[in-house]
């Protein structure tokens, strides 16, 4: 049952990416509190390097599931048609790819938490409380 409920948070996962990027594409992001011009090189580089790792988990996550062919399904229900048929080895290397971006996502997740509170408890700006912010 957990490979089930891997695939559909998977696609919910990507589906909100996609609605994330379109919703930023649509909208301008507030502007980064920094004092240094490099830091929000890196806040901007970190951000972008995100969303791209999480594009990277659902495709790779995608492409596991229909490698012989099938829909992706998830407690046989039809999520996503097969696009492509992949060789055995295509399927290995896709499966690590997979696994260390997942692992770069959690680390880089990690440094950008770290950042967050050290923005909130070291600098005393807004940057961690303008996140829980819902404007209106």
């Given at each position: ?42 806040a ?9 790792i ?83």
């Open positions: 049952e957990l490979p089930e409920w891997h695939k559909l948070l998977g696609v919910i996962l990507g589906g909100l990416t996609l609605i994330r990027l379109v919703w930023i594409c649509l909208s301008r992001p507030p502007r980064v509190l920094s004092e240094h011009r490099w830091q929000a090189v890196l901007k580089a970190v951000h972008g390097l995100l969303y791209l999480l594009l990277l988990l659902a495709i790779s996550g995608y492409l596991i599931s229909t490698a012989k062919g099938t829909p992706l399904t998830s407690f046989d229900v039809q999520l996503l048609p097969a696009l492509m048929k992949l060789a055995p080895n295509q399927v290995d290397l896709i499966g690590l790819i997979h696994l260390w971006v997942a692992w770069v996502l959690v680390g880089l997740v990690s440094v950008h938490a770290l950042a967050a509170f050290k923005h909130h408890f070291i600098n005393h700006d807004q940057t961690l409380t303008r996140i829980f912010t819902i404007k209106g």
